[in-house]
Each structure stands twice: as C-alpha cells, then as structure tokens.
C-alpha cells in the first residue's frame, strides 16, 4: 500500500510538471509585404532550464531564413504561501519575405524527457509591392551606380551602392539583395566611411553600403532591381537616450548590357580571356642530360579577365615526360578590375639524348578598348639534351640511331695472327656461360619489377576507387558543420570539392584534367541517365556560382543532392 501511494505522487509530480511546459509562437509582423524582414519568437516557459534544447529553424519556399537566436530568463511565482521558479526560453527565427502569397509554419517540437511538446502554427500573409508606382524619397534615397552600362562578355565593371539621408542615421538594412545572375562577383568594400556633401542645396550624409567587380559571363541586357530597404533615422537625444524612426528606403533600378564577343576574326588559340595581356616563358636550364627534370614555366600576365583565363594547348618534344603543372596567381582586385600573373610551372623529363625545341607559344585575347582580338607569344625554346651517365641507361641515344642507319663496316683480318701462341677457348668457359645468361636473368628481372610496379599501380587506383565514396562521406560532413554554422559560401566550398575529389577517384581522372563534358562523357559511359548526369553538372555549376553570388535553392536540398549523385553513382 505504501509504494502504491509513492507511485501516485510521483506520478501526479510528473503530470504537474508536464502541464507546466508551454509553448507559445507569435510573429511581430504577421502581414509583411515583398521584401521585408519579420520575426517570429517562440517563448517556452517550463520549470527547468532549457537554455540547452536542440532548436531547429522551420524552412519555407518563399521565406528566406536570415538568422536565429535564443535568450533565457526566470521567474518566481509564489502560489498558496509556497515559492515555484519557472524558466523562459526564447527562441527568435528571422526571415525575409521573398514571394506574396500565404503562408502557415509549422508548429515548432521540443522533446523534453522523451516527450514531444509542439507550439501553435503561425500565420503569414505577404502582400505583393508594385515597384515601379514606388517613388524615392528626395530626403533618404539608396542610389545604384556602375562605371560602365555597356560592356563585352568577360570584361570587367564595378558597381556601387551608396544611400543618401538629409537626417542623422544608425542603421541600415537591404531586404532584397541582387541575385547578380550572370555575373560573377566579387566584394570590394562596404559599409565605408560616410561624409557629408551638399546636393541640390541641402546637406546630405553620404555613406558607402557595397561596391563589387563584376565580370559578365553571360550576354544579354542584365537587370539590378530597385533596392528597398529600412532606414533608420535619429529623431531626437543623443547617447543612451536616442530616439530613432524606421523608414523604408528605396533606390534606382540599373541595367547593363553585356555585348557578345564577335565570331569574325577570331583565333583558334583564343580561350576566352577579355582584357590587355603579355605572355612568357622560360626554363631554369636548357643543357641537361637525360632523365634530368627541367623546370618550364608560363606567365600570363595582364589586366581583365585573368582569373579565368586558360593557357592554350603546348607542343612538347614527343620524348618529354610532361607532369601536369602547378598553377599559382598573384591577382589583386579593385574597381578597375583584375590585374596582376598566372604563372603555370611544368616538370619535363627529356628521355633522349639530342637536339629538342619547345615550340613558340601563342595566347590570343579581345581587347575591349579596340574592340579586336590581339595576339601575344612566347618564343620557342631549345634544349641541349646530353646522353645520361648511368640513370639515363636503358634510353636510345638519338646519335647513335644515325649510325645504326649506315651500312655494316667490316674489319681486315689477319689470318697469320690466328695461329699465333696457343690460348684457352673463349666458348664454353665460365666467363661465356656468365655473359649467355646475364641478359635473360636481367629481362626476367626487369619483367618481374614491370609487373610488381603495375601490379601497385593497379592497387593504388583500386584502392582509390574503392574508397572514393568514403572520402567524399568525410568531406560532406565538413560540410555538414558549415551548414550547422551558418557559413554558407564555406558549405558550398566543401560541397564542390567532395565532389571533385570523388569523381576524380572514382574514375581514375585527375583533379587538374577533371571538366564538365569529360564528367558528363565519363558518366554516360558507365550507364548514368541523361537526368542524372544533368542533375550532377547543375550541382557543380550551383557550388561554383554560389561562392561569388546568392543560389536561389534551398541550402539543405544542396547537401541532400550531393548525396545522392553519389549514391546512384555507386549503385
């Protein structure tokens, strides 16, 4: 009886505790129009601390997640002459308005001791925004700017974001960022010192909000969209005691046209570099003995487009062992563009003794100021190559095949000579059965060491083959802790090179040599589907563009994605 009444007060305890944990969900803006940012805080009231629970942000289509954060306090409750504390959490999910229409989230679930508490859903209904009936204010205003309105595909322009106010200002937030798409972009600077200058006869604080390289990779006539944002204004005090008033701000719209580059005239060693650019090219020796490595290097150097430009393809000696080359760049960037080298370094191997030549080297480009293309070259170099002492053995040297093409000397001999003294039989010693059977103890040899250096060569690719889905598994989830940690251009970085590093392994390709139609041709061949070697070009494409610019999907649908591009390459 006495452990039947312990059971009912623990259970009533445990009910008592349970009816004690609410969860209430609000939006401080339940009506938001296109493009601005709304909150909606979730309050937890239980009677332990929660500060720790595991919280998750509910992803919408067309509501953008900005951020979240949590907060914690307590209170005291005094309840027929007996003291209670009751904690609080506050768990608060910005995000942005992207498309109107209506919009239920769903309930957010917290498990406590094994029990799932969920909180009411919440309602959101975004209302659509005529911008072109929006007229700027002439007291605060964001104005959009570019040093060029026209350009060619590849040519470089920077654009920039300033605001105008008439009134002090603390705070500024744009709801509708560009997508640039299109571009690839690079941030220069932003949120700079402010100034004041005089416009139309009235004082204005001027400050910078973004300035960005863009460099056209699509033709066609591109959009900026008006900009609108929120301003915030000192209305009075000062310090402590400053009184602020929210404002919508809005800015200009921009277009640019980016011109295609003409067909006409066209180089077959052009590759797509737009700018003003030298090339050159060197070697650290050019009098060397076979198998001796030879440092050659290629400089590109310029202003433009240089970060995505490609050396053209390089005539080598046929008997050279060509390694694939380091590539290092020394590029700075601001609002004229991109200037600085790309410098490519190749180790070469001559096998053969003899004359060799690397053949002249032509690197074409349009030049916008002209509206041309322009060619550039390096000479051609030649290399001295001298038969090798001892590591170079095995290697025909060239000279000697000229002398291999002349008829047969013979020699005179004297028979007088032959009968001279008396000496032992060359044939049958021990010397002669040593030199018979050298030569095929050596090719033995050499057929043995053939086979173990194929046969570990064979293994090493197998190996990486067979362990490419696990070496990409590990990389995912270094990407998994960007996504954790909000780092998106990270997370995409990581995305990308899982997936490089694992096609690479799988299919024997290495990194340098790995492009889009050889993945796609590489993938046809095992049996892949047209939709799934689609699916995994697009994958890539998005991971490039979306450490330059925004990607519109989802970035949890990335991940996902990446995983099963490599779970049907592996089934």
Not at 296 to 309: E, L
Request: hydrophobic share 40%.
């Amino acid at each position: 009886m006495h452990k039947l009444l312990v059971l009912i007060v623990m259970f009533s305890c445990l009910t008592g505790y349970a009816q004690q944990i609410t969860i209430k969900a609000e939006s401080n803006n339940p009506s938001p129009d296109v493009g601005d940012n709304f909150q909606i805080s979730y309050v937890i009231e239980s009677p332990s601390n929660l500060g720790n629970a595991k919280l998750v942000p509910k992803a919408v289509n067309g509501l953008r997640f900005l951020n979240d954060g949590r907060s914690t306090g307590y209170y005291s409750n005094w309840v027929n002459g007996k003291s209670s504390v009751k904690y609080q959490l506050t768990y608060t999910v910005a995000y942005q308005a992207e498309k109107a229409g209506e919009y239920n989230i769903a309930p957010l679930e917290i498990v406590i001791e094994g029990k799932t508490y969920k909180s009411n859903s919440v309602k959101i209904v975004v209302s659509a925004i005529d911008q072109s009936k929006i007229v700027r204010s002439e007291e605060y205003y964001l104005d959009i700017t570019a040093n060029k309105k026209s350009v060619y595909l590849g040519e470089p322009l920077s654009l920039t974001i300033k605001y105008y106010s008439q009134f002090n200002l603390s705070g500024l937030q744009i709801n509708n960022e560009p997508e640039y798409n299109g571009f690839y972009k690079k941030d220069l600077a932003s949120n700079g010192q402010s100034a004041v200058k005089t416009i139309n006869g009235k004082q204005h604080v001027v400050g910078l909000y973004r300035q960005s390289l863009l460099i056209p990779i699509e033709a066609g006539t591109h959009h900026i969209p008006k900009l609108s944002g929120t301003i915030s204004l000192v209305s009075q005090g000062f310090g402590f005691f400053q009184q602020t008033e929210e404002r919508k701000i809005y800015s200009n719209t921009l277009s640019i046209t980016v011109k295609p580059l003409p067909l006409s005239g066209q180089p077959a060693s052009f590759s797509g570099a737009v700018g003003n650019f030298s090339i050159s090219a060197k070697v650290d020796k050019d009098h060397v003995k076979a198998n001796d490595a030879i440092s050659y290097k290629v400089t590109i150097k310029g202003s433009g487009n240089i970060k995505m430009t490609e050396l053209p393809k390089i005539a080598f000696p046929a008997d050279f062992e060509v390694y694939d080359p380091k590539i290092s760049e020394n590029i700075s960037t601001d609002a004229s563009g991109m200037s600085g080298q790309k410098t490519y370094e190749y180790i070469l191997i001559p096998k053969h003794a003899g004359e060799s030549k690397i053949a002249a080297l032509e690197f074409s480009y349009f030049n916008p100021a002209t509206a041309q293309y322009q060619k550039t070259s390096a000479p051609q170099i030649a290399i001295s190559v001298d038969k090798g002492d001892g590591s170079a053995a095995g290697y025909v040297n060239k000279e000697d095949l000229k002398f291999a093409q002349k008829d047969i000397h013979y020699f005179a001999v004297n028979k007088e000579l032959l009968h001279q003294g008396k000496t032992t039989p060359f044939t049958g010693s021990t010397l002669f059965w040593l030199l018979a059977i050298l030569p095929q103890v050596a090719m033995i040899a050499i057929i043995v060491m053939k086979r173990e250096r194929t046969y570990d060569a064979a293994a090493l690719i197998g190996s990486k083959n067979k362990n490419a889905a696990k070496i990409a598994a590990k990389k995912l989830k270094v990407a998994e802790q960007h996504l954790q940690n909000k780092d998106n251009k990270a997370f995409y970085g990581a995305v990308l090179s899982a997936l490089n590093s694992y096609l690479s392994d799988k299919f024997n390709i290495p990194l340098v040599n790995l492009n889009k139609q050889m993945i796609a041709e590489v993938l046809q061949t095992k049996g892949s589907n047209e939709q799934d070697i689609k699916e995994c070009i697009e994958l890539l494409e998005k991971c490039e563009m979306a450490q330059y610019a925004p990607v519109n999907d989802v970035i949890s649908d990335i991940y996902a994605k990446a995983l099963a591009i490599i779970t049907k390459i592996e089934a």
